[in-house]
């Protein structure tokens, strides 16, 4: 049973940086695409930043390039979003996602973490 588990999310001010991780575990985290969508209050879920697995291509939203690093650590089954330079506007509830390549694979056959919330404050 696969299982993503959120973490490192917090309260921070604008300029700050904040590191998160998802420990995957019921499969080995370079056998699927892998990486994080964010929800904001009363906006729709949004592709950030993605794993591609089968070339270990990275994609970075437009809002967050330069600002947010994704990487992967498979000895640990791990991966981890660098965000600096944070803005308000990156509040969100981010959730550690498989199948991320685009957001319609990833709401009909991703498997989802429980979120961790991120509030930037001004």
């Known amino acids: 049973q696969v299982q993503l588990v959120e973490s490192g999310g917090g309260l921070v001010q604008t300029g700050g940086s904040l590191r998160l991780s998802c420990a995957a575990s019921g499969f080995t985290s370079d056998y699927y695409s892998i990486g994080w969508f964010r929800q904001a209050p009363g906006k729709e879920r949004e592709g950030v930043s993605c794993i591609i697995s089968h070339d270990g291509s990275i994609y970075y939203a437009d809002s967050v390039k330069g600002r947010f690093t994704i990487s992967r650590d498979n000895a640990k089954n791990t991966v981890y979003l660098q965000m600096n330079s944070l803005k308000p506007e990156d509040t969100a509830v981010y959730y550690c996602?498989?199948?991320?390549?685009?957001?319609?694979?990833?709401?009909?056959?991703?498997?989802w973490g429980h979120g961790t919330q991120v509030t930037v404050s001004s």
């Open positions: 996602v498989t199948n991320c390549q685009d957001t319609a694979q990833a709401l009909a056959m991703g498997d």
